[in-house]
């Protein structure tokens, strides 16, 4: 089984960064793509980013494209994602997810973590 724990999460002003990352364990890292997703209030969970299993391939929601950076550590068993720019529409709960094969598609991924809170004050 796979276990997912994400942290870095917090109140950040508008045009601030923050780093998240997440830590798995249970299985081998890097038999798995990664992903990231957001879920804001009312709303539906949102495709954020994509590693693949070595890190050379990724993928971005429109909305972060240029702002955002997923990067993966093998060795260390994480996926982090890198927030820059943020901005009040980026508020949400952001998730990480493992999967043998996927990318966009949440249905697609196997195993999630349980979330880390951000908020983008104006």
């Known amino acids: 089984q796979v276990q997912l724990v994400e942290s870095g999460g917090g109140l950040v002003q508008a045009g601030g960064s923050l780093r998240l990352s997440c830590v798995q364990s249970g299985r081998t890292f890097s038999n798995y793509v990664m992903g990231w997703f957001r879920q804001a209030p009312g709303k539906e969970r949102e495709f954020v980013a994509f590693?693949?299993?070595?890190?050379?391939?990724?993928d971005y929601g429109d909305s972060v494209k240029g702002r955002f950076t997923i990067s993966r550590d093998n060795a260390k068993n994480t996926v982090y994602l890198q927030m820059n720019s943020l901005k009040p529409e980026d508020t949400a709960v952001y998730y990480c997810?493992?999967?043998?094969?996927?990318?966009?598609?949440?249905?697609?991924?196997?195993?999630w973590g349980q979330g880390t809170q951000v908020t983008v004050s104006s």
């Open positions: 590693v693949s299993l070595s890190g050379s391939s990724t």
């Open positions: 997810a493992a999967a043998t094969w996927a990318v966009r598609n949440p249905n697609n991924y196997n195993y």
